[in-house]
Nanobody, 125 residues
């Protein structure tokens, strides 16, 4: 079972960036795929999540209206499109997979059993 996150980089404030999370070895349709991020000295926090079956989307308040999570079932891949980026969005972004997620648990990182390696996103002011 593997999650491969990619697409991070350096972007100016107000710019856009897209992340991908390619999954393998798991049943994609049974999973919720989420993005978390961790800035230096901070705890890892929930950013966005999507239930593959049904397509329910969840967002942290801090990114609502700026970030969009999506999926491609044929490619077993989830995406995070980020726009209107701010310096405070700078962090290492991780994708994670879980089963049995509902709206009240999607933000709980302890619920996720598979994690990708992380990709750095840096937003300059």
């Amino acid at each position: 079972v593997q999650l491969q996150a990619s697409g991070g980089g350096l972007v100016q404030a107000g710019g856009s960036l897209g992340l991908s999370c390619a999954t393998s070895g798991l049943t994609f349709r049974d999973r919720t795929i989420s993005w978390f991020r961790q800035a230096p000295g901070e705890e890892r926090e929930f950013v966005a999540g999507i239930r593959v079956s049904g397509g329910n989307r969840y967002y942290a308040d801090s990114v609502k209206g700026r970030f969009t999570i999506s999926k491609d079932n044929a490619k077993n891949t989830a995406y995070l499109q980020m726009s209107g980026l701010k310096p405070e969005d700078t962090a290492v972004y991780y994708c994670a997979a879980a089963t049995g997620i509902i709206a009240s648990t999607v933000r709980d990182r302890g619920r996720y059993d598979v994690w990708g390696q992380g990709t750095q996103v840096t937003v300059s002011s």
